[in-house]
């Protein structure tokens, strides 16, 4: 889909590429971002524009803390599979330990706060797909790793962690929220439709973890009058191995994407190693996930699953739904 974009845009973007410094950029950049239609058409110039703006603002913010306290190197987490979810929360909680449950990975659990320094990721098997979660350093008012400002931008959504065996967790994990707050992350059960753009908002589940302490009820009910509200919660113990298959199922759902399976003419679907893409999306945003060139080149497709559709032919702008079989005609 074309997208028309006024006059002034243009004009705005052209200052944004004369800009010399990165606050003449950003307010070029802010500019476009008010005048850019926003409708299906504009997600992607959308969501370029807001990666923009957010890391000229970082960028910015960093600058003004001086070169010692800017981030040291940046630790990028190439994304993998269906999704990047990062677990967040406060030391000791349990991180860790469920990434060791979840996935492959073997960070350091230990029975002492501020084990983990570094970020860790590993890939959890989710029926036919596979979802990256990043083990993360703890996070308290007077610890916060500046690259995790940088990793929480490129992820797709959040665990939060909740240590239902401390008396402190609730409030342990309030910090965690306002922290990054600080940072201009912030955690929301759904992302706005008028989000702010210099701030990056983050699909966030909570996770109470140690269910198996005796007193985890009480500090539960606490928890859920505080925070419980502000997001979806599921309550495990990652030492005992309890919940896990419903959080597993919740957090591939915190990612918002659909299945796709793709096949060639004559032949059987590949029904082994599906696509995904945001729930929503279109054959031509499949086609684009495919490949590349494909997005432009897509023309039509045959489509099977989705109700009334059982090899039908369909335009590239036609909406798929999730476990449809697809066969993309370019
Ligand atoms: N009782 C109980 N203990 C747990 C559970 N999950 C983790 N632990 C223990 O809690 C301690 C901390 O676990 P970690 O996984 O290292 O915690 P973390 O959140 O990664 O800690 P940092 O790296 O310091 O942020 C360890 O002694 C774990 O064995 C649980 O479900 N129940
Ligand atoms: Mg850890």
């Known amino acids: ?109 230990a029975a002492y706060p501020f084990t983990t320094r570094e970020p860790v990721p590993g890939m959890m098997d989710y029926e036919d797909v596979r979802v990256q979660l990043v083990d993360l350093p703890p996070i308290t008012a007077d610890l916060y790793e ?49 989000d702010d753009p210099t701030t990056y908002s983050l699909r966030t589940l909570l996770v109470g973890n140690k269910a198996d302490d005796e007193a985890a009820d009480i500090r539960l009910e606490i928890a859920q009058e505080a925070i419980g509200v502000q997001f979806p919660l599921v309550v495990i113990s990652a030492e005992q191995g309890t919940g896990l298959d419903a959080l597993r199922k919740e957090i591939y759902n915190l990612l918002g994407v659909m299945r796709i399976y793709t096949k060639l003419p004559g032949k059987p679907p590949d029904m082994a190693s599906p696509f995904t893409c945001p729930i929503g999306s279109s054959v031509a945003e499949l086609a684009g996930r495919v490949h590349k060139e494909f997005e432009e080149g897509v023309k039509s497709a045959r489509v099977w699953g989705s109700g009334a559709f059982d090899g039908q032919t369909v335009g590239r702008d036609h909406i798929l739904r999730d476990k449809d079989v697809v066969e993309l005609h370019l």
């Open 1 to 109: 889909m074309a997208v028309n974009l006024p006059p002034q845009y243009h004009d705005a973007e052209a200052r944004y590429k004369k800009g010399r410094t990165p606050e003449e950029k950003l307010a070029a950049l802010r500019e476009m971002w008010v005048i850019l239609p926003k409708h299906k058409a504009s997600e992607k110039v959308q969501a370029d524009l807001k990666t923009k703006i957010s890391e000229l603002t970082d960028e910015i913010e960093q600058a003004k803390l001086g070169p010692k306290k800017a981030a040291p190197g940046s630790f990028k987490i190439p994304k993998q599979g269906a999704g990047q979810v990062v677990f967040l929360g406060p030391p000791n909680a349990g991180k860790s330990r469920l990434i060791t449950r979840l996935t492959k990975a073997t960070p350091t659990v």
């Open 146 to 194: 500046p690259f995790i400002t940088d990793i929480t931008r490129g992820a797709d959504a959040a665990v939060l962690f909740l240590d239902l065996a401390d008396d402190d967790g609730p409030a342990a994990t309030q910090v965690v929220i306002d922290r990054l707050k600080e940072a201009r992350r912030v955690l929301v059960r759904e992302i706005p439709a008028d």
